[in-house]
């Protein structure tokens, strides 16, 4: 009995710590579980559309002395046309009547565009502004029937997933007014197909890895004239980010590594029976603020 006293003492403090043990195990699962159900749901984002400028590349990847820019380039004068105030007004209506009758098309007829006009939208996108003046931009233009149908093959492909179990109730919920689906007929009909890549980082003649400043953004405002570009030449497309298809086109497509697919535009002119959802523009007054 004496043993057994001098030994209540031990036995209790084991108990409480075990007990403790427990309590803050169980504490820890129910924080967990909290915070989970806490975070806020977010819509599946394709790899290839995550903006790479907040990740540099590694030390040894890079050659920090030579970036193959030059170190002093020439400044030459610069002259431009200005325009009065009136020709300034009457240019800015006119160029912004011009743009706010484009739409986005889905249903591109077959009929042949000038290869021309497409040399020339391209060359006025890569008059784009871009970070350290890399230009961080490829556009592959695809006309082959037989690429074309292999691009439309991959793209329904992942697309299908993508409404049925990778977007979400809310987006696809949010696309039914707009009538789209994963069948996409203007990959096969439409004449040209852009596919816009950006090159997260360049490759220098000594092997290394050159840094593309902002190459998001860069390609990303190259996208908008191009866009523009495509209008004025009277010409329709709809924007498209093939989401988890841009391995597989950048194989296809024979594109090196450091290129991701960040747009998709099929290229023509609209069927006769095309329709569009009649959707609004937000006015100024919702878009701009003047401080």
Known sequence: MALFSSFTPVFIAIICVLI???????????????????????????????DGTD???????????????????????????????????????????????????????????????INNVVKTA??????????????????????KHKIREIVEEEEEINYKKRMGD????????LRTNWIKEY???APYLILIFKQVYGQLPNGKKKTHYYNEISVSIACGILLAALQNAGLYTV?????????????????PAN?????????????????VPALTRKPLEDIMVVV
């Open 20 to 50: 403790g043990v427990i309590l803050k195990k169980t504490n820890g699962e129910k924080e967990k579980h909290d915070i989970k159900r806490k975070l806020p749901s977010r819509p599946w984002v394709d790899e290839d559309l995550k």
């Open 259 to 275: 290129e991701k697919l960040l747009l998709l535009l099929p290229v023509g002119y609209p069927k006769k029976d095309a329709t």
């Open 239 to 255: 924007t498209s980010t093939p989401l988890n298809c841009g391995p597989q086109l950048r194989v296809l497509l024979r594109r």
């Open 187 to 189: 990959l096969d009909t």
């Open 170 to 177: 809310r987006w696809v919920n949010d696309l039914k007014r």
């Open 126 to 147: 890569g008059t784009s502004p871009s970070g350290a003046h890399t230009e961080p931009w490829t556009f592959v233009v695809v006309q082959d029937p037989y690429l």
């Open 55 to 117: 990740h540099p590349l590694e030390e040894e990847e890079v050659d920090e002395e030579w970036q193959g820019l030059e170190e002093n380039v020439a400044h030459v004068p610069f002259t431009a046309e200005r325009y009065s105030e009136a020709e300034m007004i009457k240019r800015s209506q006119t160029f912004y009547e011009l743009l706010n009758k484009r739409r986005s098309v889905r249903f591109l007829s077959d009929e042949p565009v000038p290869r021309e006009v």
